[in-house]
């Protein structure tokens, strides 16, 4: 007879880790607040138990202990709109951002080119609001400096880019050629292209861009992904996701390689690979990457004077915007998203683009007949009417909200839309009080990822330098309270995971973020030199960010 083989034991459950001596960020449902005299209980990935430190220490006798240094324990931060695989890349272009002339911006671009003497001249950032004049760049300086070589410099907010003749030739771009559907080649006053492409014209020519290799996608990802890591940061939301990117992610999670969760969303015009991910089930169990839904886009920026607007730019009449898709179109692809249970992203800035939004979405959830089993989302909001912006709460629909672009833009944005519509300008305050969902990102690279940038930017709207006065919208500023629960409740409610993710309570991933400062009682002003102290991701401590 064959030996009986002894029986295989069950592993041991993983061990039980108090955390004690710093203050807990509790939200009930109704506000979040910094709480005193209160341990966390965690057991693998999850929280296991909240409470009174001594009743917890006697519940749990055996426990790891950790003991924090005072501060702030909170829930992990949530990025809630960020461009990931480009936030990465961005070590390996022209940093543009923030240069206050053209000339400056030239001078870094032939400084690139000399040190990266082949291939495509690239860059990112510029902005022209921030010239004297505010005028759009064009070939002639851009040709001087760059020769032969193709150049592809995209503008900071994504939606324009400044190219030279190498890269028109090589695209087939005249005098002759019609704006593509959706975009705009700016034109000087014969006609010629001046290089400013905007919205569609601009991704036209970035699909003549040389492709990266799976390896390179791998790299600028996890790249990226560190960077918001060393933020804060927990978990991401991706959108814009193309289907490289989404075999990336996969080949990381299979290594092993995630450092923080994703939640991504496919670019609407990836066709095959949207039909692919909406024929699976979504994911309900957390995992460190997921696909959550579709990106679409109903309008440009509103720094390119791309954003849909109800009437014409106060500062180019001749203009209101761009439709980048047609709104029916919208409609009929978001419904088939939330039918097959996924989530409709809707890049949404101008007013005309926000009303279309909430329309279309508004259509979609009556032809649902039933609860979406996550949100749909409009992302941006950032100019909205009095009377849409009560929508949203009534609707069901999340407000993905940029707190950076409102204090980077606040000084060109009247000009944009003059004194009357004005107050329309990121409406937050109105948002809040039609009880609907704010989550906040920072649509990174465009903007500054660090969350302790962004939260005073909500509370006072002001720039670092303490401009405007009383605020941009003053009135519409938004609470501490507010401000952290956008990154954590607010944001695992955008993403239909509430319970899961964004709260200390049992049962919800043991993702956790500590500072050292009282979060309840810090000014604005001391909150911008903030830095994470320690981060939990899936219940393991990541290891300290190099400073």
Same mark, same amino acid.
Request: aromatic share 6%.
């Given at each position: 007879?064959?030996?009986?083989?002894?029986?295989?034991?069950?592993?041991?459950?993983?061990? +039980?880790?108090?955390?004690?001596?710093?203050?807990?960020?509790?939200?009930? !449902?109704?506000?979040?607040?910094?709480?005193?005299?209160?341990?966390?209980?965690?057991?693998?990935?999850? +929280?296991?138990?909240?409470? %009174?430190?001594?009743?917890?220490?006697?519940?749990?006798?055996?426990?790891?202990?950790?003991?924090?240094?005072?501060?702030?324990?909170?829930?992990?931060?949530?990025?809630?709109?960020?461009?990931?695989?480009?936030?990465?890349?961005?070590?390996?272009?022209?940093?543009?951002?923030?240069?206050?002339?053209?000339? *400056? /911006?030239?001078?870094?671009?032939?400084?690139?080119?000399?040190?990266?003497?082949?291939?495509?001249?690239?860059?990112?950032?510029?902005?022209?609001?921030?010239?004297? !004049?505010?005028?759009? %760049?064009?070939?002639?300086?851009?040709?001087?400096?760059?020769?032969?070589?193709?150049?592809?410099?995209?503008? /900071?907010? !994504?939606?324009?880019?400044? /190219?030279?003749?190498?890269?028109?030739?090589?695209?087939? +771009?005249?005098?002759?050629?019609?704006?593509?559907?959706?975009?705009?080649?700016?034109?000087?006053? *014969?006609?010629?292209?001046?290089?400013?492409?905007?919205?569609?014209?601009?991704?036209?020519?970035?699909?003549?861009?040389?492709?990266?290799?799976?390896?390179?996608?791998?790299?600028?990802?996890?790249?990226?992904?560190?960077?918001?890591?060393?933020?804060?940061?927990?978990?991401?939301?991706?959108?814009?996701?193309?289907?490289?990117?989404?075999?990336?992610?996969?080949?990381?999670?299979?290594?092993?390689?995630?450092?923080?969760?994703?939640?991504?969303?496919?670019?609407?015009?990836?066709?095959?690979?949207?039909?692919? &991910?909406?024929?699976?089930?979504?994911?309900?169990?957390?995992?460190?990457?997921?696909?959550?839904?579709?990106?679409?886009?109903?309008?440009?920026?509103?720094?390119?004077?791309?954003?849909?607007?109800?009437?014409?730019?106060?500062?180019?009449?001749?203009?209101?915007?761009?439709?980048?898709?047609?709104?029916?179109?919208?409609?009929?692809?978001?419904?088939?998203?939330?039918?097959?249970?996924?989530?409709?992203?809707?890049?949404?800035?101008?007013?005309?683009?926000?009303?279309?939004?909430?329309?279309?979405? &508004?259509?979609?959830?009556?032809?649902?007949?039933?609860?979406?089993?996550?949100?749909?989302?409009?992302?941006?909001?950032? +100019?909205?009417?009095?009377?849409?912006?009560?929508?949203?709460?009534?609707?069901?629909?999340?407000?993905?909200?940029?707190?950076?672009?409102?204090?980077?833009?606040?000084?060109?944005?009247?000009?944009?839309?003059?004194? *009357?519509?004005?107050?329309?300008?990121?409406?937050?305050?109105?948002?809040?009080? !039609?009880?609907?969902?704010?989550?906040?990102?920072?649509?990174?690279?465009?903007?500054?990822?660090?969350?302790?940038?962004?939260?005073?930017?909500?509370?006072? =709207?002001?720039?670092?330098?303490?401009?405007?006065?009383?605020?941009?919208?003053?009135?519409?500023?938004?609470?501490?309270?507010?401000?952290?629960?956008?990154?954590?409740?607010?944001?695992?409610?955008?993403?239909?995971?509430?319970?899961?993710?964004?709260?200390?309570?049992?049962?919800?991933?043991?993702?956790?973020?500590?500072?050292?400062?009282?979060?309840?009682?810090?000014? %604005?002003?001391?909150?911008?030199?903030?830095?994470?102290?320690?981060?939990?991701?899936?219940?393991?401590?990541?290891?300290?960010?190099? =400073?």
């Amino acid at each position: 007879m064959p030996l009986a083989l002894p029986p295989v034991m069950p592993p041991a459950p993983p061990a +039980i880790r108090l955390i004690t001596g710093a203050k807990l960020w509790l939200d009930d !449902g109704k506000t979040g607040h910094a709480v005193t005299g209160q341990a966390l209980v965690i057991q693998g990935s999850r +929280i296991k138990a909240v409470g %009174p430190v001594l009743e917890m220490a006697k519940r749990y006798p055996k426990a790891i202990r950790i003991e924090l240094k005072g501060g702030t324990l909170l829930p992990g931060f949530v990025e809630s709109h960020a461009h990931v695989g480009e936030l990465g890349a961005m070590a390996r272009q022209a940093d543009l951002n923030w240069v206050r002339s053209e000339e *400056e /911006v030239l001078a870094r671009v032939k400084a690139w080119c000399t040190a990266n003497p082949k291939g495509w001249v690239r860059g990112r950032g510029w902005d022209q609001n921030l010239w004297p !004049g505010q005028a759009f %760049p064009g070939l002639k300086e851009l040709d001087a400096i760059t020769g032969g070589r193709p150049a592809y410099l995209e503008r /900071v907010d !994504g939606h324009a880019a400044w /190219v030279n003749s190498a890269a028109l030739k090589l695209a087939g +771009i005249t005098k002759a050629t019609p704006d593509p559907k959706g975009g705009r080649i700016l034109r000087d006053a *014969e006609g010629n292209p001046t290089g400013i492409l905007v919205d569609t014209a601009k991704d036209e020519m970035a699909a003549r861009l040389p492709k990266p290799t799976l390896a390179e996608a791998e790299a600028n990802l996890l790249a990226g992904l560190r960077k918001l890591e060393a933020l804060g940061f927990t978990s991401a939301d991706d959108l814009d996701v193309p289907a490289l990117d989404l075999q990336a992610y996969r080949a990381l999670q299979a290594k092993g390689k995630l450092p923080i969760r994703v939640f991504a969303y496919v670019h609407r015009d990836d066709q095959t690979a949207v039909k692919a &991910e909406l024929a699976k089930p979504r994911a309900k169990a957390l995992s460190f990457f997921q696909v959550q839904g579709v990106k679409f886009y109903m309008d440009g920026a509103l720094g390119s004077r791309g954003a849909r607007l109800l009437a014409p730019y106060a500062d180019e009449p001749a203009s209101s915007g761009t439709w980048v898709m047609d709104p029916g179109l919208v409609r009929t692809e978001a419904l088939a998203v939330l039918k097959a249970g996924y989530q409709p992203a809707l890049h949404a800035i101008g007013d005309a683009g926000n009303r279309a939004a909430l329309d279309l979405l &508004e259509a979609d959830l009556k032809a649902l007949g039933h609860a979406p089993s996550a949100p749909a989302r409009i992302e941006h909001a950032q +100019i909205v009417t009095d009377e849409d912006a009560a929508r949203f709460g009534k609707l069901g629909i999340i407000a993905s909200v940029q707190p950076m672009h409102c204090t980077d833009d606040h000084a060109w944005t009247p000009a944009r839309l003059g004194p *009357e519509r004005v107050h329309e300008a990121y409406p937050w305050r109105r948002i809040l009080n !039609g009880n609907a969902v704010i989550c906040f990102g920072s649509d990174a690279p465009i903007a500054d990822a660090n969350p302790f940038m962004a939260i005073p930017s909500a509370e006072t =709207r002001q720039d670092l330098h303490g401009d405007p006065p009383g605020g941009f919208n003053g009135d519409q500023r938004m609470t501490r309270e507010e401000t952290i629960r956008a990154y954590t409740l607010g944001a695992s409610e955008a993403l239909g995971r509430k319970g899961q993710l964004g709260v200390l309570a049992p049962g919800a991933a043991a993702d956790l973020l500590w500072v050292d400062a009282d979060l309840g009682t810090l000014a %604005p002003e001391a909150m911008r030199s903030l830095k994470p102290g320690r981060l939990w991701v899936h219940g393991a401590e990541a290891k300290p960010p190099e =400073r």
